[in-house]
């Protein structure tokens, strides 16, 4: 049988051999942990994601239905939810303090991986509900924590993140909602807000809205921006439900995908006024509001990611199982090939392959990070790693998304004519995916952050961290003889790297700064390739010596090599191309004329 959504041979690669998850069992945070324990975590994650999930997938295109201010989710997700909870899955990474498992970071990671990978639309509402109740565990006051949490990490409400506006999308300091204290240290808001996933839905009985507002006599700009929470319906003191909260569903948008997760218009504060509590201090909102966008970025490069893997893995089965053309160097009377002998073909499929294993393994060593900081009693140690996931972020959120689409692209492509009718599963995917490019801040603004922010991140030392590590993992490669040539190429790369990101960073602070934030994307991507290049040396490097051990595990360790080979050997070339283009940094962008670009 096929495998579907995730290699599990190659998640338990990354898991048990490229990151020695297990081993934070020696640790008492996580010692129940063990490998056993992990690798029955991820079965029953993936029984849950292929048997019931991912049914789910072709129902969600039906999409959401609205009616009068409410918003119906498809009928079958009801029943999967309740699974998913019993399976107690929505926590699993946090505190068991407010209902958490406590399971280590990758671990979550690779459950979600299947999750999200079986049908995004479902799982965006959960993504949002835990992403606002981290936050509100680290930034609100007792009272609100024992208001909602153990009912968001329980699923029983859910969660949403009102920032965005209809004049105000990625500059949220020209918001306009506002909140008027009330004598009883509430506020009271009014505005509007859109683009809210989740904002309305039928599977929970109360929705927590942490909310961007300015209160009255705040300053402008994002310095004036505090942080609220609004529930749907307002909370008494005994944690029962109240009356509702004037939070108005007004519509949900007709997007290209997605279908099946409600991306909502919301109205605060009509006829009987929306009321919230702050989370955090007054005009520090977006400080606060930070810490959930930027686990929401890690998350949305996972989204893509899942959809990445997924289209792979159909996209291989189907190259194995379709007959079409003679091979090329097959005698004259043979018949018709499986099209995975054919060359092109194979490109396509090493493209997927390398950029798949290449983002999980970026994917899961990012949360092995995080937990590595939790751990460490060093504040030296602890810094040096939120230096580097600090300056990961932007890659995982924008590059990966770039490159997921893309995956999904060529597998369209290599079912041919049938990868673009609807009856096949990776037209979906293909469209599902493309948002993640936009959602939690454009690409552009990733690489923007990227550029304008981490390179220059405490003196530079966020950066340096992030290319020591990259460093280490050469040297190490250097010293097998097999693996030398491709550890020479990356460091050859890694140079002209950073002889570019000086230059860039040099033009950024001069006179030349529109035509440097003009490369900013470019950059990014040049990052990317850097990353994803580094993490399949590392695979090659797990994998090398253990060629020959076993018979039955030799084509998949050799596969490791190929791999790293394939896209060190044939994809880099085009990023020392990308990287000399930035070095030249043409003006042509910016100093085209308004009116030269037609129209």
Known sequence: MAQLIADRRDVDFVLHEQLEVAELAKNSAFTEFNRKTIDLIVNEARNLAIKEILPLQKISDEGCVFDAGTVRVPEAYHKVYKNYLDGQWLAMGDTPEWGGQGMPKPVCLAASEYFHGACNSFMLFHMATHGAARLIENFGTEEQKNQVLKNMYAGKWSGTMLLTEPDAGSDVGALSTVARRNPDGTYSLSGSKIFISGGEQDMVENIIHPTLARIEGAPEGTRGIS??????????????????????????????????????????????????????????????????????????????????????????????????????????????????????????????KSF?????????????????????????????????????????????????????????????????????????????????????GTNGIQSMDLVGRKMGMKKGAA?????????????????????????????????????????????????????????????????????????????????????????????????????????????????AGRLASIRVMDGAAIDMEDAGFGG
């Not at 250097?478 to 960073?505: C, D, Q």
Request: aromatic content about 10%; overall charge neutral.
């Open 356 to 440: 798949v294993d290449g983002m999980r393994s970026l994917i899961y060593y990012n949360g092995m990070i995080q937990n590595r900081c939790q751990l460490s009693d060093s504040p030296e140690e602890k810094e040096r790693l939120k230096n580097i996931e600090e300056v990961l972020t932007p890659i995982i959120k924008a590059y990966i998304t770039d490159k997921a689409f893309e995956v999904c692209s060529h597998a369209v492509q290599v079912y041919g004519g049938y990868g673009y009718v609807e009856e096949y599963p990776v037209a979906q995917l293909l469209r599902d995916a493309r948002v993640f490019q936009i959602y939690e």
């Open 463 to 575: 950066f340096m961290a992030y290319l020591e590590e990259i460093r280490s993992t050469i040297e190490k490669a250097r010293n097998i003889e097999s693996l030398r040539p491709l550890a020479e190429n990356l460091e050859k790369l890694l140079g002209s790297y950073t002889e570019t990101a000086m230059v860039l960073g040099k033009a950024a602070a001069s006179d030349k700064v529109l035509n440097a934030f003009a490369f900013t994307h470019p950059f990014l991507e040049a990052t990317g390739d850097l990353t994803m290049a580094w993490m399949l040396l590392w695979r090659a490097l797990v994998a090398e010596p253990k060629i020959g051990l076993k018979k039955k595990d030799d084509a998949f360790y050799k596969g490791q090599i190929t791999t790293a080979r394939f896209f060190i050997n044939t994809q880099l070339p085009v990023t």
């Open 227 to 352: 942080l609220f929470m609004v529930p749907k319906y307002r909370i008494k003191a005994d944690g029962s439900l109240g009356e509702f909260n004037d939070v108005v569903c007004t519509g949900i948008e007709h997007k290209m995908g997605l279908h099946g997760n409600a991306t909502c218009s919301l109205t605060l504060g009509g006829k009987d006024g929306c009321i919230g509590t702050l989370i955090g201090e007054e005009n520090k909102g977006m400080a606060a509001m930070f810490h959930m966008m930027n686990e929401a970025r890690q998350m949305t490069g996972l989204q893509g990611f899942a959809n990445a893997t997924t289209a792979y893995m159909y996209a291989l089965d189907y190259a194995r199982q379709r007959i079409q053309t003679k091979h090329m160097t097959d005698p004259a009377d043979a018949g018709p090939a499986a099209i995975i002998r054919h060359p092109d073909v194979r490109r396509q499929l090493m493209i997927m």
